[in-house]
């Protein structure tokens, strides 16, 4: 008899002003979750929201959302980096999540994420009936207009198609991958640790990691990219990656029509050329990483 498909969805909140950007998304992220939990406990799955904070951000947590575990560490204790950012590392997250739950799936998301009311619903049925057993899967969001920013408005939010974006920040994976990952000392909250994540999770599957963009599963709520300034991190991240790779290279035949080496060719690799390098020189430059980020505000760019 196969046993029902389980979830625990991790999440790392952070207290941040009430009304700022972050704030807002929050609430109406908690709200999201509160109600597709319900729905789900309604069809009979089980879903446990666990929420993986450092000491004294507890008063983050908010229901449905219970505290589940503490991380020890930040990027900061791996390299100081300016400005200060006690960004945790995405390896930490992960597994004090998945030893905090006896469920058989693993759910990762960021917590600006939010989430339709059959959300659950919809993933126990992809892992029951559209991949075969033990297939993680990512899922793209849909960018719903800024002007949203309040939980009275979420119906409305619900119906709205959004605009998809390919970026990688709902995973859904069975519980035991976990100490397989090769996630280095990548950092959560700047570029390159999620793209590591899909490939090491295609890695350890036996490179059978799927994308889904054909169901509106999550939304957020404008599409800001004020993290795209944060240089050093983006370096930190890009430098944890590549070794990643190297190490997951030098244990694995990784074939070369596998999701992997495909965004090792298109995004790892371009990173590492003379003129990638050199913009990121730039933008150390004091004023032109913000005159970068502003010409990608104003371009509509998301990377």
Not at 264 to 293: C, M, W, Y
Request: aromatic share 10%; hydrophobic share 40%; net charge neutral.
């Amino acid at each position: 008899m196969t046993m029902p498909t389980t979830f625990c969805h991790v999440i790392n909140p952070f207290p941040c002003p009430e009304n700022s950007e972050h704030g807002i998304a929050s609430r109406i992220t908690y709200e999201s979750l509160r109600v597709a939990a319900e729905e789900a406990r309604k069809q009979g799955i089980r879903v446990e929201i666990h929420a993986i904070v450092l000491p004294g951000d507890e008063i983050a947590i908010k229901g449905p959302a219970t505290l589940a575990g503490y991380l020890d560490r930040t990027v900061q204790d791996i390299r100081p980096m300016s400005p200060k950012r006690p960004f945790p590392l995405i390896a930490d997250i992960l597994r004090v999540g998945a030893e905090s739950s006896e469920c058989g799936y693993l759910i990762f998301t960021n917590m600006d994420i939010a989430v339709q009311p059959n959300f659950y619903v919809a993933l126990n049925e992809i892992v029951e009936k559209r991949f075969e057993p033990g297939t993680p899967f990512t899922i793209y969001r849909r960018n719903i207009s800024s002007h949203y920013d309040s939980i009275e408005q979420l119906p409305e939010m619900y119906r709205q198609p959004g605009q998809i974006a390919y970026g990688y920040d709902c995973f859904v994976f069975p519980k035991s991958y976990v100490p397989q990952l090769d996630l280095g000392n990548c950092c959560i909250g700047a570029a390159h640790f999620d793209y590591l994540l899909f490939i090491a999770l295609d890695a350890v599957s036996g490179f059978r990691a799927q994308r889904i963009n054909d169901l509106p599963l999550t939304f957020h709520i404008g599409n800001d990219i004020a993290w795209s300034s944060q240089i050093d991190y983006i370096e930190h991240n890009l430098m944890e990656s590549l070794a990643a790779i190297r190490r997951m290279r030098g244990n694995l035949d990784i074939p070369q029509d596998s999701n992997f080496a495909r965004m090792e060719r298109a995004h790892f690799l371009p990173n590492t050329r003379i003129d990638s390098r050199l913009l990121r020189k730039l933008k150390r430059v004091p004023g032109i990483g913000q005159l970068a980020l502003t010409v990608k505000r104003w371009l509509g760019r998301s990377h």
